[in-house]
T-cell receptor
Framework: GQQLNQSPQSMFIQEGEDVSMNCTSS?????WLWYKQDPGEGPVLLIALYKAGELTSNGRLTAQFGTTRKDSFLNISASIPSDVGIYFCAGYAYSGAGSYQLTFGKGTKLSVIP | GAVVSQHPSRVICKSGTSVKIECRSLDFQATTMFWYRQFPKQSLMLMAT?????????EQGVEKDKFLINHASLTLSTLTVTSAHPEDSSFYIC??????????????FGAGTRLSVL
């Protein structure tokens, strides 16, 4: 099946710094989604990307759908303590038999040092 | 964004008992709902996909008789963990995909259910 390689696995940054994380795959995806998960909670959708090359912002967050449709990145500018959490990329692709499946990356754990 | 409600958020039960978890899409109709399991410090693992009015499709290695899924309406899916054992203790998360919209590829997640089997 499809696999997503998400990096970095974890990162520690100072408050105010910018953050960048990405996902790559050998497979082509139709849609890229970025989620954030706080401890003990379900993932919350941050940004959805639908077209190759699409660049979308949501406040301090910016994400792009790679032109090859095999990668995506998420940037967080001017990080604040509440940005702490695990960020997951997820890609939608055809999985056969008329269905599409969402594949998740392994997550990037972000820690922000005040 | 769309809201998915999952209940209960936490449940503790004795070994051998069954536990039912509910997942509701509150402000949209979901033709497809998904059930995930998440182990500590790991990503989400898809257990099964359910379409309203039909049998769920289980991922390889997931026991369908152990994890009963019912998707009786466009807004409700349930997961029943039958004869739960300590190894079933985990974080279970449901997800719903909107029907009849342009953005059908977006999945919205519930807040999860922490199951502890004693």
């Amino acid at each position: 099946g499809q696999q997503l390689n998400q990096s970095p696995q974890s990162m520690f940054i100072q408050e105010g710094e910018d953050v960048s994380m990405n996902c790559t795959s050998s497979s082509i995806f139709n849609t890229w989604l970025w989620y954030k998960q706080d401890p003990g909670e379900g993932p919350v959708l941050l940004i959805a990307l639908y077209k190759a090359g699409e660049l979308t912002s949501n406040g301090r967050l910016t994400a792009q759908f790679g032109t090859t449709r095999k990668d995506s990145f998420l940037n967080i500018s001017a990080s604040i303590p509440s940005d702490v959490g695990i960020y997951f990329c997820a890609g939608y692709a055809y999985s056969g038999a008329g269905s599409y499946q969402l594949t998740f990356g392994k997550g990037t754990k972000l820690s922000v040092i005040p | 964004g769309a809201v998915v409600s999952q209940h209960p958020s936490r449940v503790i039960c004795k070994s051998g008992t069954s536990v039912k978890i509910e997942c509701r899409s509150l402000d949209f109709q979901a033709t497809t709902m998904f059930w995930y399991r998440q182990f500590p410090k790991q990503s989400l693992m898809l257990m099964a996909t359910s379409n309203e009015g039909s049998k769920a499709t289980y991922e390889q290695g997931v026991e369908k008789d152990k994890f009963l899924i019912n998707h009786a309406s466009l807004t409700l899916s349930t997961l029943t963990v039958t004869s739960a054992h300590p190894e079933d203790s985990s974080f279970y998360i449901c997800s719903a995909r909107a029907a009849g919209t342009q953005r059908v590829n977006i999945q919205y997640f519930g807040a999860g259910t922490r199951l502890s089997v004693l």
